[in-house]
């Protein structure tokens, strides 16, 4: 138990071997400025904690919870991308300019109405996915065009 400026927090080393697995470091957590509510959450903290380095022993157990830490973290970079682009949309409204994606459907536009598509040579669509379940985040896919554009 640490004390800090009158208040109780649990702090505990995660086990080297095991801190890919956990994500951290350490745990860290709160516990109250009373000492004896303090005491039965430190307790409960170290009984749930102990518990799972028991159940990461199982080679099994330990993938799937690295799995569901990981699948975590990429929710939550998928969730930031989509709050970012909301963000920058709204940012170039208010500055009267246009997103890349529109810029990209404008070329689009140009390049058929100029029938320069039929000129392509070898030309191949690639599609970029941000992971595995790219259409479930929102994301675009964007087809990106290689190839020569001139004769």
């Not at 903290?45 to 799972?52: G, M, N, P």
Request: with cysteine.
């Amino acid at each position: 138990m640490l004390i800090e400026h009158g208040r109780y927090f649990y702090q505990r080393k995660v086990p080297l071997a095991l801190q890919s697995v956990i994500g951290r470091k350490k745990w860290r957590a709160p516990l109250g400025d009373d000492f004896d509510q303090a005491y039965e959450r430190l307790k409960s903290k170290r009984s749930e904690h102990d518990a799972l380095l028991k159940r990461l022993e199982d080679p099994v157990e330990k993938q799937k919870h690295k799995t569901q830490n990981r699948l975590k973290i990429e929710q939550k970079q998928n969730e930031d991308y989509v709050r970012d682009e909301d963000a920058y949309e709204e940012w170039c409204l208010l500055q009267s300019i246009k997103t890349e994606t529109e810029e990209y459907l404008e070329e689009e536009k140009v390049l058929l109405a100029g029938g320069l598509i039929e000129e392509l040579r070898a030309v191949e669509i690639v599609f970029y996915y941000s992971g595995a379940n790219s259409g479930k985040t929102g994301l675009p896919v964007v087809p990106f065009f290689v190839g020569n554009l001139t004769k």
